[in-house]
């Protein structure tokens, strides 16, 4: 069974650095593409980073591009989300998803945890 | 990279089919076959049900089926069933090498 569980998220001040930490179990970690998503309370899903599963290609949508850095240790299973210069706008649930392929382009999120808060205020 | 567009909710009765629309561009949904939609109920992680446009994962119903023409994809619901009242988003790769997710649908049985 795939879990994926997350860790890291707490209550951070404007301009403050966070490293977000996701473990996977029951797959062959390797083999496949990994995300972070993020929800703001009571809205949307944002996509907002992606690594291939060899760890050589990331990807990162434009809020986040310059202040988050994606990586990923194949031989622990697990994926990282490193944000600096963080905003009240960054306030969200981030999920650490499973992509269904290798390859961050062709790939849906088949697997989801449950989500780790991250609040950014003074 | 903007959101793609869906309606903020949608209705139907037990039994009936509700279809859902996800509108883009020709630099995401018109211009890839990498749409997928996922179903999410309040406080839990999100599911997905559909992948490349209208492959369903093992284990979900059959009675949701995706479709796309031209900047379009749409997720339609057959036999709506009590526990299909949820929120459903569109995802889409785009041409600037990303993701994108829809603002999302609220469905009620009524």
């Known amino acids: 069974e795939v879990q994926l569980v997350e860790s890291g998220g707490d209550l951070i001040q404007p301009g403050g650095s966070l490293r977000l930490s996701c473990a996977a179990s029951g797959f062959t970690f390797v083999t496949y593409a990994m995300s972070w998503v993020r929800q703001a309370p009571g809205k949307g899903l944002e996509w907002v980073s992606g690594i291939s599963g060899s760890g050589t290609r990331t990807f990162y949508a434009g809020s986040v591009k310059g202040r988050f850095t994606v990586s990923r240790d194949n031989s622990k299973n697990a994926v990282y989300l490193q944000m600096t210069g963080l905003r009240g706008e960054d306030t969200a649930v981030y999920f650490c998803a499973k992509g269904s392929r290798g390859t961050v382009a062709v790939a849906a999120w088949d697997s989801w945890g449950q989500g780790t808060l991250v609040a950014v205020s003074s | 990279q903007s959101a793609l567009t869906q309606p903020a909710s949608v209705s139907g009765s037990p039994g009936q089919s509700i279809t859902i629309s996800c509108t883009g561009t020709?630099?995401?949904?018109?211009?890839?076959?990498?749409v997928s939609w996922y179903q999410q109920h309040p406080d839990r992680a999100p599911q997905l049900i559909i992948h490349d446009v209208n492959n369903r994962p093992s284990g979900v119903s059959h009675r949701f089926s995706g479709s796309k023409s031209g900047n379009t994809a749409s997720l339609t619901i057959s036999g709506l069933q009590a526990e299909d009242e949820a929120y459903y988003y569109c995802s889409s790769y785009t041409d600037s090498s990303t993701h994108v997710f829809g603002t999302g649908t609220g469905v009620t049985v009524l």
């Open positions: 020709s630099g995401d949904v018109g211009g890839y076959n990498f």
